[in-house]
């Protein structure tokens, strides 16, 4: 399983300098690729290769940064290629789409760049690392972290680390690749998750997570936002991106919690989890304009990313289930219907009359769910009988 540990280089001052000046230089050169990339229609690695790596040569870049260089610009166009297949972009035709299509990717001055073992070595007792840059070698560079994560980086890292720069500070984002534990194959049930926005999270074991808080949190965020985008200034643009940070650190900082006690409820009941694949609900539902902020800004996904790389490291169970009626069907005698759901909270079932919160009927509906899914895929791999 691989996951990302993130440290804080503490460079002296000649180091910062050096390390600013690479970052700026490498993504220069990288803007420059991506125009040739661009003009020539050269989709493939190897051929932009051949257009680009002696200029990157002469510029000062070493052999190894501008192999990244160039992997970088070609990394960017296909995800730009996905997301376009997608239709992450809008449809053929629109604004947006054909903005993205009629110029070269461009890359910002501080923007991340690739190292790997040849360019950057870590010293793990001492605390510093050794980094390639365009003024030459850094040694001695001190880094600063948790000790879980430098028990991490010492144990488990495996492959590149990236460089950036975030308001003049830099960090280092390394991957590691941490082995996962057997999953626990016999779950002596399942507990199901409702993902909403009034509540974030909804299990069938009692456990909710209202959404208030971080529902007026980015209320609060939303309206400053208006303010400082009608006043148009430097310093507001400014302010802009130091909220939109701060707005992404309090939501990841939320799911984390909502996620670990979770996880830790199934971990301490040897139960897994089942949860609602979402994919493409945002394409499928329709709102009224007020409540499509709401929506666009719900982060399911990141809360499902966070359940399951924890469930993973705690070797729990985690199962996707089908979401379609949950919320409409009663999780005591099974009837469907859509005045079953009374308003957003409440739940009364038209046939029984069984009454109950409707995030937590919906939560008990995919847990059912979670135990058919596992039971029918258990029997499915069992040998024929001779």
């Known amino acids: 399983m691989k996951i990302v540990t993130q440290v804080k280089l503490m460079p002296e001052a000649d180091q910062a300098a050096a390390l600013s000046a690479t970052l700026r230089t490498v993504n220069d050169a990288a803007n420059w690729v991506s125009m040739v990339a661009f003009e020539r229609g050269i989709p ?8 680009t790596y002696a200029e990157l040569k002469s510029r000062g870049l070493g052999a190894q940064a501008a192999q990244h260089v160039i992997k970088k ?13 997608a239709g992450n972009l809008g449809k053929p035709g629109s604004k947006r789409r054909i903005k993205a299509e009629s110029k070269p990717i461009t890359f910002r001055p501080e923007a991340a760049q690739p190292y790997d073992d040849r360019c950057l070595s870590w010293q793990y007792d001492a605390q510093t690392v ?12 001190r880094f600063a972290c948790s000790p879980g994560a430098l028990e991490t980086l010492r144990e488990n890292r ?48 009692g456990y909710r997570a209202a959404g208030r808080g971080l529902n007026r949190h980015r209320t609060r965020q939303l ?14 643009k400014r302010l802009l991106k130091k909220r ?26 040897g139960s897994g989890i089942a949860l609602e694949d979402l994919t493409g609900i945002r394409g499928r539902v329709r709102l009224r304009k007020e409540q499509r902020t709401w929506l666009h800004s719900w982060s399911f996904h990141q809360l499902g990313a966070f359940l399951e790389y924890k469930a993973r490291r705690a070797r729990v169970l985690l199962v996707y289930v089908d979401p379609a009626y949950t919320s409409r069907q009663c999780s005591e005698c099974g009837h469907i219907d859509r005045k079953n759901r009374v308003d957003q909270a409440t739940f009364a079932c038209r046939a029984c009359g069984f009454l109950a919160h409707a995030d937590a009927n919906a939560s008990h509906n995919i847990a059912a769910r979670g135990v058919t899914l596992w039971t029918a895929g258990r029997e499915s791999r069992v040998p024929a009988t001779p």
């Open 44 to 51: 493939r690695e190897y051929e932009l290769r051949k257009h």
């Open 73 to 85: 610009t070609c990394d960017a166009y296909t995800t730009l290629k996905a997301n376009i297949r």
């Open 130 to 141: 050794s980094i390639w840059t365009t003024a030459g070698r850094l040694k001695g560079v």
């Open 158 to 205: 495996k492959g590149e680390a990236d460089l950036i720069e975030r308001d003049g500070v830099f960090y280092l984002v390394a991957v590691c690749e941490v082995p996962g534990a057997p999953l626990n194959e016999d779950p002596a049930g399942f507990v199901g998750v409702d993902l909403g926005i009034v509540n974030i999270a909804t299990t069938s074991t």
């Open 223 to 236: 309206d400053l936002r208006k303010k400082l985008q009608a006043k148009g200034t430097k310093s507001a």
């Open 244 to 269: 939109s940070r701060k707005e992404t650190r309090h939501t990841a900082n939320t799911n984390h919690v909502i996620s670990k006690t979770i996880v830790t409820t199934a971990e301490r009941t």
